[in-house]
């Protein structure tokens, strides 16, 4: 059931204070499972739907991505059990017309199913409604806020009629759907973007929320499922600006129980039970080429101030001008060194979105979503900017730093849709020799602008190792044993998680072993 979420955290007086003023009751979803009781009930799947292509790509036991295509780009794709049999399976909402397409087999075909519910501009809502084990199609109509209950499929000879209506919530909030109190029927729930509130109902009545909480933010995409097993739905999110997924195993404000990375800005979030995928097409895993990038943590990076925002549009390169001789044991020293004399220019951080040491590992520098600074006449608005170290007035950059450099590119161009011919040095736009003589001939003869082509046929992977991955990362440089610059490999799709793979990990604490 695809919906998007995210995860801010408030303080709970704060959400009292709220609660207050709309007349809510704050109380937590019920859950009638007991804390770290195991359940035979296996967690749902988690996969996504390419809303560009309509291809689904649902996860199997061993991390390969079972793929296939129902309906067109624009329709709103579904997950459900419309033949009571136990196993979701594909199905789609038309919102140009209304039409539901649904399909009884996780296969390549056409629709076993095709009915007329609800009207332009509606959204659908998948559950089993009547707790009668089979799911069927409900609408939320944002622009009154009413929710249209059905408890049966319609035919190709006759639409649906719903056999119930409820007002819940404001024109506008975002509707989905889920068994939020574990007692068998699907219950609604609403996003409001604008505060990042969840509110929830427990019966298909009208009337204000039971429980409500703060979750996610403007743009996230909302959606629930069973996560751990324990036969309660509960919220997850999909936060397209930084492509990450955030699940969460209580309806209740709390950081969310796991967090993943991966998919594209046009992917939707699916969930349910979707049984056997033999037969259909695998893909990957498949490697591409990836950076590793040293977090702020890592190098012990001093707070930062506010940054002013700008949207990205080309690429320009710089280096430190500062020469090096000898091991690269003192880089995270220099960076830091570097962040400090910015600063003290009144900088809010390090002038330059990353940096890459003689040795060709690559720091986290101020967020690209922060225009950067200079000391020069131009206005880095709009710019990129990768630092290289060194003086290349002077001496050439080392084959690791290069090679970081052309996958940095490769993934900044890839990353903000930026023409390839939009890569050039700071001297292209202001007076100034930097990034330097031998830096710069390589980026005139074709060297950097061959190297960043090859890369971007297969795509760059960019991975932040989480602090103490970037702090043992830096204790490897500074005792000078650094022999890994971080160029690794990544998947093309990461692995989504699996029943299987969610068994092994902390999002599913009290599932059955094995």
Known sequence: MGRRLGTTIVLVTLLVQLLSTVGLSAQEAPNPVAEGEATSQQPDTLGFVDGATSQYLLPTPDGALASLYFGVPGDEPLLGDWDCDGVDTPGLY?????????????????????????????RPLVGDFDGDGCDSISVHRP??????????????????????????GNPGDRAFSGDFDGDGTTDIGLHRESSGLVYMRFDQTTGPAQ???????????IFSGDWDGDQLETVGL????????????ANRLQVADATYQFGEDDWIPVAGVVGDLAGLDLIGPKDR???????KEGWRSAPTGSLEPHAIEQVTIHHSARSFDGANADAPARIRSYQRYHQDQGWPDIAYHYVIDRNGNVYEGRSPEGR??????????????????????????????????????????????????EVGGHRDHANTSCPGEYLYQLMEDGTLAGR????????????LLDGAGSVE???????????????VTLPVVPNLPAPEILTQLAICPGCPAG
Do not use: C, K
């Not at 999909?238 to 195993?249: E, G, H, I, K």
């Open 238 to 249: 999909y936060r397209t600006v930084d492509r990450s997924l955030l699940l969460s195993n």
């Open 94 to 122: 038309r919102v140009s017309d209304g039409f539901v397409y649904l399909r009884n087999a996780n296969t390549i075909g056409t629709a076993d199913i095709r009915f007329y519910m609800g009207e332009h501009g509606d």
């Open 372 to 421: 950067g600074d200079t000391f020069t006449n131009y206005d880095p608005s709009g710019h990129f900017l990768v630092m290289v170290d060194g003086n290349f007035d002077g001496q050439d950059p080392s084959p690791a730093q290069v090679e970081s450099l052309a996958r940095m590119v490769a993934w900044g161009i890839d990353e903000w849709g930026i023409d390839p011919t």
């Open 143 to 168: 622009a009154t806020g009413q929710v249209f209950v059905a408890n049966q499929l319609g035919s190709e000879d006759r639409g649906v009629l719903p056999d119930l209506e409820m007002f819940f």
């Open 211 to 221: 429980t409500a909480f703060f979750y996610g933010e403007a743009h996230d995409r």
């Open 452 to 463: 960043v082509s090859e890369l971007l046929q297969g795509g760059v992977g960019l991975q």
């Open 473 to 487: 990362r830096v204790e490897q440089v500074e005792s000078g044993i650094d022999a890994d610059p971080g160029l």
């Open 289 to 295: 080429p990836g950076v590793e990038v040293i977090g």
